[in-house]
């Protein structure tokens, strides 16, 4: 069945700075992959997501990008607040499959 | 709030006991689905339902049983309550479009 790793497992960055997320898939034929994030004690909420019939997609100061070829994909946030700060999961779906893997999740930490 | 809600929210049960968690959704949504989430592992799969009374293991079923008689609920079952069970479980429902939306979660923790 499909795996999605996740990198890196923890993100410290200064407020104003960039960050990037990555996760890779195993299955070729998975063709949904939607990022959620989750504030402490809270639930996990969808951010973004991408089919694979697009390469980036953005939503304000969020962006991802897919690589169908090397099978991975990538959240971006640029200009971070501390209000960013959360643990933020990959996912990825195989066709046929109404069901999401996850990856083990990043923290990210926004230092103001 | 999100049409989906869990109960209850925190739970602390004995080694051995049976424990039965819910989910009630107002969506009317086809597919729902049980999550475990533990440090280090993230979210993973116990059981899912793509209808009423049809249901599917997931990556971590072992010890846990589901039932769905009504489009609206779908219930998690610990059948003999392990301390390997203690966890924040999310229930989460999908139309099949697009993503998930989670419920709140249940802490459940087992003594």
């Known amino acids: 069945g499909e795996n999605v790793e996740q990198h890196p497992s923890t993100l410290s960055v200064q407020e104003g700075d960039s960050a990037v997320i990555k996760c890779t898939y195993s299955d070729s034929a998975s063709n949904y992959f939607p990022w959620y994030k989750q504030e402490l004690g809270k639930r996990p909420q969808l951010i973004i997501d991408i089919r694979s019939n697009v390469g980036e997609k953005k939503d304000q100061r969020i962006a991802v990008t897919l690589n169908k070829t090397a099978k991975h994909f990538s959240l971006h946030i640029t200009e971070t607040q501390p209000e960013d700060s959360a643990v933020y999961f990959c996912?990825?779906?195989?066709?046929?499959?109404?069901?999401?893997?996850f990856g083990t999740g990043t923290r990210l930490l926004v230092s103001p | 709030d999100a049409g989906i809600t869990q109960s209850p929210r925190h739970k602390v049960t004995e080694t051995g006991t049976p424990v039965t968690l819910r989910c009630h959704q107002t969506?009317?949504?086809?597919?729902m689905y049980w999550y475990r989430q533990d440090p280090g592992h993230g979210l993973r799969l116990i059981h899912y339902?793509?209808?009423?009374?049809?249901?599917d293991k997931g990556e971590v079923s072992d010890g846990y049983s589901v039932s769905r008689s009504k489009t609206e609920d779908f219930l998690l079952t610990l059948e003999s309550a392990t301390s390997s069970q203690t966890s924040v479980y999310f229930c989460?429902?999908?139309?099949?479009?697009?993503?998930?939306?989670f419920g709140s979660g249940t802490r459940l923790t087992v003594v």
């Open positions: 996912a990825a779906r195989s066709p046929g499959f109404q069901k999401l893997v």
């Open positions: 339902s793509y209808g009423v009374k049809d249901t």
């Open positions: 989460a429902i999908s139309d099949g479009g697009t993503g998930y939306t």
């Open positions: 969506e009317n949504h086809r597919y």
